[in-house]
């Protein structure tokens, strides 16, 4: 498949902040400061699971939320890495890689059990997390 060929979801789309492809994810920003969070979408047609991604696809797959994480950690000096992969509203496979802190609006619960609304990202702060993440993607080892 092509990245020409890669459909993502209109509600992962409309909800993030396109960062860069890796080899295998497409990686974005959510638009909520209240937690820097990235979004993983594996750029492969019709896979709602993980186990449905072929063998080496997993294996990327590990790789790739693992190099989320360490730049979350990097970048944000985060307590707590929390890595999801629910899609029970959006059915397209993607995990969502999120730094916590101790203190935050959910602490220490999961971050979907309290209510909250989500507070948007202006537009310079919102460049200046996605050149954060590049700059610190481009510092590790894919």
């Known amino acids: ?3 020409a060929d890669f ?3 209109p509600r992962l789309k409309a ?8 080899d295998l994810c497409r990686v974005s ?11 993983l979408v594996p750029q492969r047609r019709d896979i709602r699971e ?5 063998e080496a696809d997993q294996m ?10 360490r730049a979350l950690k990097t970048v944000c000096s985060a307590d707590k890495i929390n890595i999801a992969a629910y899609g029970n509203m959006v059915p397209q496979l993607h995990i969502h890689v999120f730094a916590r802190f ?14 909250r ?3 948007s990202y202006t537009d310079s702060e919102r460049e200046t997390e996605i050149e954060k993440f590049k700059n610190c993607f481009g510092k590790l080892e894919s």
């Open 50 to 54: 993980i186990f449905e991604l072929a």
């Open 102 to 115: 101790q203190g935050d609006p959910a602490w220490p619960k999961p971050v979907w059990a309290v209510h």
């Open 15 to 22: 909800g993030s902040f396109f960062i860069c492809d890796w």
């Open 60 to 69: 990327q797959l590990t790789r790739e939320i693992s190099r989320a994480a």
């Open 29 to 39: 920003l959510k638009n909520d400061k209240t937690f820097p969070w990235l979004v």
């Open 1 to 3: 498949m092509t990245a």
């Open 7 to 9: 459909v993502l979801d």
């Open 117 to 119: 609304d989500e507070i």
